[in-house]
């Protein structure tokens, strides 16, 4: 066996050291390379390169025109053309004549004349508050209102209406520009203040205010017409321009149931007495009884329609028929058409008469004191006895008094169509109070107006049967044909007979022993009735003044005319002394107007009083 061997020392070997790598350095940062010149552009390059950018740029604008002008003149060139014209063109407003208002003669009561609008086209006035300085003084206006209607931003609009031709070609020599004037007509009423309250007026621009000239605007103002004018920028028109006119069509002109001279004489009748009595006011009313034919309707103190801002509003309107009083007596008509109509009492009947009565807490009396007497029926009616009217009104109960009432037209509106009309004041039976049965059927406690009243009567003299009131006769055409208006609605009141022995029992009034014998008309028989009732205080609470009326029909036998006076506080306050001697001068001279002959037959001796 070998034995182990002994290692070797060894010496060690030194090593020499890896010779290092030099690190790598970093290059010294380069100088920028001198920039070569750049080379000299050539000029007659750049001028070429030039005009070419231009020539671009122009043919492009060219192409962009081109286009737009193809639209223009292909696309839209009608549109353009007609925006430009519009922008010419001027509209004038050509005024219509207004028909005119006539008489039941055909005689004017309210009518055209020659005139001229003055106009103005704002957009060429220079000078606004200049111009307007400069018209005032021709037009009548204020400064502010003219110097405001120039500021307008329109193309029209009218200065003055209705001015004088002489005045208008004054306003034309001023020469003020945008200022024009145009041919029109001015309303006139050439009677003045002749039957205002039925006619009415017209405002500065024409149009209808009151009365017919307001009720029937529509027809009587016809249809404007239209001038298209196409004018240069300085206003002139130009010759070969648009033109268009479409004419304007003239209003209608009305005939009324009026007629003149009987109008003319009931107001100055009316105005005479309202005068000598002091009254406050006072109304006449003449009807046809046959067709309901208002022939006149005057109202006194009135106006005129020619100045109508000179008078107090209150005077404008038509009291006749918008205003109500409690009728009073004139009432008891009613009450008594009644009784006879459901057989209760005739006309010759025995009626007591106490010295007063009592209605829940009020004791009535009649207008003079008495003791018990006998009347009869005819001879309460004749003496308009209060108390022998409640006293067969108490018989006959409310609801008959209410229903008679209604059929001689209380309470409802006549259905003349007036503006203002008023329906009156008619309480239905279940809203009586405890002293209505009172009351009521000696007319105080109900209100009419006095056309409604002069109907009821009206009805007694045509039969019984109430005809529908009318104011307008008819319509004129353009060839100056009457076309009659619609025909009047009837309603049967009472019987013929009943409405003959209420006539009968009238006719008593106006005799020696009733209460009105002023009222009596030489050659013709007359039936009416006086009223003098209480007037209610303005706040409605209890009475203050009297109204005085008197209503009645000649001639009795053969019934033409129905005329009613109604005087407003008058001195003395009886009817039979104030307003009956008025009656029979209008009705007198109605009568004669009309050519109406007595009948010749006297009027029947009717009993009033039980020995």
Known sequence: MTAPRKPVARKPVARKPAARKPAARKPPPRKPAARRPAPRPNARADTGRRLVHALFAIAFVLVLLAGRLVQLQGFESTTYAAKAEQQRLRKVELAATRGSILDRDGRPLAMNVDARAVYADPKLVIDPAGTAATLAPFLKATVKDLTERLSRKSRFVYLARGVDPETARTVMKAALPGVGALPESRRVYPNNGLGAAVIGFVGREGDGLGGIEYALDRDLAGKPGEELVEEDTQGRQIPAGSHRVDPPVAGVSQVLTIDRDIQWFAEKTLAEQVAKTHAKSGQIVVMDVKTGEILALAVAPSFDPNAPAKSPASLRGNPALSTVYEPGSVNKVITAAAALETGLLRPDTPVVVPPSIRVADKTFTDAHAHGTE???????????????????????????????????????????????????????????????????????????????????????????????????????????????????????????????????????VVSKGGTAPMAAIDGYRVAGKTGTARKVRPDGRGYAGYVASFVGFAPADA????????????????????????????????????????TGRPSPVSRLRFP
Do not use: C
């Open 559 to 598: 019934p033409r005319l129905v005329v009613e006076v109604v005087l407003d506080e008058p001195v003395p306050i009886f009817g039979g002394l104030v307003a009956a001697p008025v009656f029979r001068t209008v009705m007198g001279f109605s009568l004669g107007a009309l050519h109406v002959p007595p």
């Open 374 to 508: 006998t009347l009869t029926f005819t001879g309460v009616l004749a003496e308009s006895s209060n108390i022998g009217t409640i006293g067969i009104a108490q018989r006959l109960g409310k609801d008959r008094i209410y229903e008679y009432l209604r059929r001689f037209g209380l309470g409802e509106r006549t259905g003349i169509k007036f503006p203002g009309e008023s329906p009156g004041l008619l309480p239905h039976p279940e809203d009586w109070w405890g002293t209505a049965m009172g009351t009521i059927p000696i007319g105080q406690g109900v209100a009419a107006t006095s056309l409604q009243v002069a109907s009821a009567y009206a009805a007694v003299a045509n039969g019984g049967v109430r005809v529908q009131p009318s104011l307008i006769k008819g319509s004129l055409d353009n060839t100056g044909r009457l076309h009659p208006a619609a025909a009047p609605k009837k309603v049967r009141a009472v019987s013929a007979k009943t409405a003959s022995e209420v006539t009968t029992m009238l006719e008593a």
